[in-house]
Each structure stands twice: as C-alpha cells, then as structure tokens.
C-alpha cells in the first residue's frame, strides 16, 4: 500500500484536486490517498464551499497559514507541511498549479527526498515579475513527475532541460470537473437571483493586485466597467480585496454593473456557461471558457495558457483598457472568434494520471 499527500491551497487548486480524489478512490486497495489543505485561501465563501461543492472530504490536514506576504506564507507552509511529510513518510506528494502552495510543499518533499509529482507542469508566460511564474519554473525544476495540459507545455519543458522521461502529456485536468459538474448548472438559480438572462450579460473577474491594489488602476478599472455596462450588464463577483479597496477608495459602480459575493463553483461554472462574454485577468477562466466555446478577453500582456488564444475563443489584449474596451463592444457587435477545443481537453486527465502513477 503506497501513500500519496496531495496538496492544496487556493481555489484553483481545488477545482484540480476533485477528479484525483475520485479516481484514486477506484484505486483502494494500491493506494491512500490524503489531502492535505494549507489554508492559502482561508475565506470561507473562497474555500470551505468548494470542499462541499466539488465532494471532496474534509482534509486529512488543515495547516491554517492564512495570508501575508509571498515570503511570509510561503515559510509558514513549509514548516508546517515539514512536520506532516516527516510523521506520514509518503512515497508520493502532489501538488497543482502555481500558488505558493505548490512552491513550498515541493520544496518541503525534495528536502526530505519524497519524489513529486506536478499537475499543470510546463506552463509560462515569460513573466518573471509574476510571483506564479517562479513558483511554476522552481516547481517543474525539482518535480519527478511533469503531468502536462497542452503542447506549449511539453515544448518548455523539453527547451529547459527537464527528462523526456518526466515528462507525461496527459490533458487539463480543470476540464474534468468542468465535465464532472456541468449538468449540475441546469439546478443553479443565480441567472434567476440576479436577474439576468442567458447570453445578455458580460461575466468580469479581476484580481491581481496590477488591476485591483493602487487607486489609479482600480480608477481605470471601475471606468472600464461602468463604460461597458451601459450597452449589456456586467456581472463581477468581487475578489474581498477589490472589494476592500473600492471602500477605501471611495469607487462606485453604476446600476447595471452587478458586483456580487465570490460564487461557489457551480454559481460560477453557471454564469460562465451563459455568458456573452467573459473579461478576465485570471488563468484557469481562459481555459474555461476554451471548452465552453464562449468568448473570452484576457486583460494581461501574456497569458501562460497559449492554446487559449491559438486553438480557442480566448483574445490576449493587454492591459490597456481603452482597447480591452474596442474588443469587448467588437465582441458584442457580433463579431465572434470561433475556437476549437486543444488535444486531450476531454474529462479523462485525472484517469491518465492515476494510471501513471500506480504503474510506475
């Protein structure tokens, strides 16, 4: 009987999580598999909702680090995590995405020489100044099992030096709990709640601290919104940050810009399947709405998830509002970009992986 720890931290991570739960439950008697979850993303409207929505069990470990800076959150998983991996002794640990999480576990696993394993492996945007940029590069240096989503992916790894033997090209594994709870949106009434009708709306989410942290930014941004909701409502489910700075700021919206509470997975996955439009700065919403085939600006000067762009619906536009905005009313004028759904995108990821991992 071999032990696996997979880790989370962050919402992301959760959506990522759920289908290795499932499939390693099919696989009992080879494998335990526990879940331990640092507390990265401590709100409970951003955590303990997921847990319930995506079945996933109450955590075998709760580490409870909460926020700080990058450097602060980053230690305190890693003497925290420390004292698990030496009591548990794995033979494998899992970790997904690029949260600090993921840095700080793997770094905890290579110290003690426990072997990991990286879901969502490969990715780059080329941006160092991003904080999950170094989390993905570090991560990806030191990992024995590269598990990667799209063909970008395998061509980084393999310009970078990294093992072909490492490497395992085995799909996105955020599409398996896409597929998984689809169907589930059909019992959602948040289109009903907030008064709004399929395909005549704008879904907006932005939370990176460039977008949403300084006054003169958030300015631009509350314009930007305001501008697009007079021709089609907007729909923003408030990161508590940007909430926060709005306050202090003294920002307002106008009536048919519709700022809501962060919604549970199949709110969210609900509103993104309907949506006219989706503006965002996030990662995985690219990859989302790539699946979905419904039309996605990215307001970033990169995007770490290429296939978006080059198969899919997703437009990389930068950050200047002023033509996020040009694209947006292009989009709702009716001039569409068809998109295709990239290789193994299928629902099956988490299986590939599990069957990797037991046979090996």
Known sequence: MKKIISVVGARPNFIKIAPLYREF???KDQVQHLICHTGQHFDKKMSDIFFKELKLPIPDFYLGIGGGSHTEQTAKIMLSFEKIVIKEKPDLIIVVGDVNSTLACSLVAKKLSIPIAHVESGLRSFDREMPEEINRILTDVIADYLF?????????????????????????IMIDSLV??????????????LRIEKSDYILVTFHRPRNVDTKVY???????????????????????????????????FNDNVISIEPAGYIDFLTLLKNALLVITDSGGIQEETTYLGVQCITVRDNTERPSTVEIGTNQLIGTDLNKVEIAANEIL????????????????????IVDIICNE
């Not at 393999?158 to 033997?165: D, L």
């Not at 919104?225 to 021709?231: P, Q, T």
């Open 218 to 252: 958030l300015a631009k941004l509350v314009k930007f919104l305001n501008n697009i909701a007079e021709k089609k409502k907007v729909v923003f489910p408030i990161h508590p940050r940007t909430k926060k700075n709005m306050k202090k700021f003294g920002f307002s």
């Open 148 to 172: 990667v989503s799209e063909k970008s992916g395998l061509e980084n790894l393999q310009n970078e030096g990294i093992a072909k033997e490492k490497i395992f090209f085995v799909g996105n």
């Open 180 to 193: 998984h709870f689809l169907s589930q949106t059909e019992e959602s009434n948040i289109l009903k709640e």
């Open 25 to 27: 439950q099919k696989h």
């Open 333 to 352: 004028s009716g001039k569409f970009k068809e998109g295709n759904i990239p290789e193994l995108w299928d629902g099956k990821t988490a299986g590939r």
